[in-house]
């Protein structure tokens, strides 16, 4: 079984909502992705087959692909204020609802929270947690600049946590992205930048270690985090600010609460990264519509059958198992 975990929900109504803020406007390339540009600067690149539903069941069927899990890409809920952001969250988790029941077998997602609005997501999750076809909650990695340590969102994770959902963390925009001109940067040199620094933020800041149970999704293969991991560790020896909030270093929670996506796509850092930290914690993906990817950069990886079976849905089905339903989830797929 093959299960996509990073994957795309695509939404005609939210693209249009994202296309009528101020400074937004669009650059039409018939040839290829067309683009929303956001004060002058390339921002979100689309294609209008996108927004057909039944575009993604032919993708999979092409690919081989059995399961795909949806959640939002960048900028999510998130730039949007007050009822806006929270109407849209629901908006969206009940069509991610809606696809997954006309394609059971096939269609599942990550839910959307209002986030930073603590009331607000905790009523959404309270909603949601066990609505058809939701396996888990995605988040990015900053909620329009509020890092994901913030105190404030305590409740969100102890809620979670206590729910059993894995989390599924997207890369948002970095906060000095107006620092990036040119060349896409914000997208191609931020995206991995703020991945990392989220993930690192929430090590030292104590989230695993308050809350041993939850369960946090890298995407792209952790970005730089993994290559970062002994020179975080030597951080939690050399500096009390490292140690603060945590009792053991963060290569115990890599390889505890995060697991990751293989969306870096690069044969040999998923290789580095696999051997870095065990087969047992990597989940296919494509990045599904912007990337076109399928099974076949696994099958090119040098590991044993066994191993690739698990990274390709071994390891999913395991680790949704509950939510998955299947007769039988064991981490050989």
């Not at 005609?12 to 040839?31: C, R």
């Not at 960048?74 to 009940?94: K, Q």
């Not at 050399?238 to 990751?260: D, G, M």
């Amino acid at each position: 079984m093959k299960i996509d975990v990073h994957s795309h929900q695509i939404e005609k109504f939210f693209h249009e909502t994202l296309a009528s803020l101020p400074g937004v406007s669009i650059k039409v390339n018939p040839d290829r992705f067309s683009y929303l540009v956001k004060d002058g600067k390339t921002w979100l690149p689309f294609r209008p087959e996108m927004f057909d539903p039944d575009h993604l069941i032919r993708e999979m069927d092409r690919k081989g692909i059995d399961i795909s899990i949806l959640s939002m890409n960048t900028p999510s809920v998130y730039i949007f204020e007050g009822e806006t952001r929270v109407t849209l969250a629901r908006r969206l988790n009940d069509s991610l609802v809606a696809r997954a029941e006309r394609n059971p077998d096939r269609v599942l997602g990550f839910g959307t929270l209002p986030l930073p609005d603590v009331e607000a997501s905790l009523k959404e999750l309270d909603r949601i947690a066990n609505a058809p076809g939701i396996v888990g909650i995605g988040v990015g990695s900053n909620f329009n600049g509020v890092a994901l340590d913030d105190r404030r969102l305590e409740p969100i994770w102890a809620r979670i946590a206590a729910l059993g959902l894995p989390v599924s963390e997207h890369p948002m925009l970095p906060t000095f992205a107006d620092h990036l001109p040119g060349y896409a940067l914000p997208i191609r040199v931020g995206f991995p930048f703020d991945t990392t620094l989220c993930v690192t933020r929430m090590i030292y800041g104590g989230v695993f270690e308050r809350h041993p149970d939850l369960i946090f999704i890298v995407a792209h293969t952790g970005s730089a985090f993994l290559g970062l991991l002994e020179r975080l560790d030597h951080g939690f020896q050399l500096f009390h600010e490292c140690r603060e909030h945590i009792t053991q270093p963060p290569s115990v929670f890599a390889r505890k609460n995060l697991y990751y996506d293989t969306c870096a796509f690069s044969k040999r850092f998923i290789e580095m990264a696999v051997g870095e930290i065990g087969e047992d914690r990597f989940l296919f993906g494509t990045d599904y519509p912007f990337i076109i990817s399928d099974p076949s950069y696994i099958d090119a990886l040098d590991l044993s059958r066994a191993q690739k079976q698990k990274i390709l849905g071994g390891n999913a089905a395991r680790l949704f198992a509950q939510r998955l339903n299947l007769p039988q989830a064991t981490p050989t797929g």
